[in-house]
């Protein structure tokens, strides 16, 4: 399963591809035909009516109930994508089978401490009460709160202007890229941070349903500067400028987003200082986490803890050389691949004087990940959906777009200091997580 991820991680280019050609996927001008072009405009109308409609009504939308088909645990603990599909049945809702990985209250609740540090809190305003107590009832039965719905923990690898070469199922254009940010905003997602959603700070407005973004490698295509009249810039062709473009037209969407890099390699290009690059991030509210030192694969070359704490300790240590006192909160798995029998030293350890403690592990999965406050949530082995790639696979993005059922997800009740769950879902809720939060079950 290991070399299905060799593949994309590290022999890819990593320059992010700069040719400026247009002929990106599914924008063929010279294909449309006659009937297409008469066809258009009520197109463009009807898309403008809807998301019109959609921004209307929030995420609240009655268009945004339906569809979709119940989710249910994968039988057996699952890494990657050649596991065993889901089983999707019409299983009736809150049934969810045991997965075998199951809860542990105790490290959960450990974690809980400690992990508000560095981030700060629901940055991206959504008409919070200045004093939080005058929220305005919600709706439930129009909106539907699931708080112990599933969240999509997404991976990102490398942006291109145009495919060319290299793995397809981890490169996406720019242009899918926008596409997809337009898709999941009228859809009703919202991002949050990583901090957030392992903090149960859930703060997007009422019917919304939260979603993580994370980027693995520190590719160029997903962030670098270019130099202009002496000036540091974001490139324009990268995931980032497209976010903070994204951003200014809808704010409400969240520029949000979790950077896994390794140090010891070229990471967000070559202009500029790595130091300059990875304050820039911070700065905007960005999350960098580990991804070890060399994208060392911790199952077949990390045999050892020495080799274990000098990649993942490493990491941090230049991290501290850097930006000073950012201390990484989680860690993505290089191709997706555990320790066999070491992993307490990829989560906790110390190297050359400098200790570190993961508090969330990234799988490379297939599933979206457990809410923050259900008994299933386990931090140290978050699955994480892919990006959509140049083809479509099974159980990327695009598929649990098309497949999950709303009732599934975790939809917002709008209020952070909530957890509103339907009943059929209330035995999944970890009192235990609720970290001071009103539980209400309706
Ligand atoms: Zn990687």
Known sequence: MDNRYSAFDRSTDRSGSKDNSKSAV?????????????????????????????MLQGCASEK???????????QGQLQGYDADGPDITGQPEGTVPDSGNGPDPGSDAEGESGMDSADGKGEQGNGDPANGNEREPIDLDAVKPNEAGRIMVVMFHRFVEKYEKGDKEYTMTFDAFRKLLET?????????SLNDYLNGHIDVPAGCIPMVFTFDDGT?????FIEEDGQLKVNPDSAVAIMEEFNRLH????????????????????????QQRLQ?????????????????????????AEIIQKEVGGNQKRMYELVPGYAFTALALPYGAPSKNLMEYVIKGEYEGVGYENKAIMEV???????????KFDPLSTH????????????????????MKRSNEFVSDGDPDTVTVPEAYADLVDQERLGGRKLVIY
Do not use: C, M
């Open 184 to 192: 999941l905003y009228t859809s009703g997602y919202r991002l949050i």
């Open 280 to 304: 820039y991030l911070i700065d905007r509210g960005f999350e960098i986490g580990n991804h070890t030192y060399s994208h060392i694969n911790l199952k077949t070359e990390a045999k050892t």
């Open 26 to 54: 599914g924008l063929k001008p010279t294909a449309i035909s006659r009937p297409a072009f008469r066809i258009k405009p009520a197109v463009v109308l009807l898309v403008t009516l809807l998301i019109t409609a959609l």
């Open 64 to 74: 945004l109930q339906n569809g979709g088909t119940e989710l249910q645990e994968p």
């Open 220 to 224: 160029a295509g997903q962030f670098s």
């Open 251 to 274: 704010p409400d969407f969240g520029l949000k987003g979790t950077f896994f890099v390794n140090l010891g390699n070229e990471t967000f290009g070559k202009t500029g200082t790595l």
């Open 384 to 403: 994480r959906v892919r990006s959509p790639g140049i083809e479509p696979v099974e159980f990327d993005l695009e598929w649990w777009l098309k497949n």
């Open 365 to 375: 999965g297939w599933d979206p990940a457990q809410s923050p406050f259900s008994v």
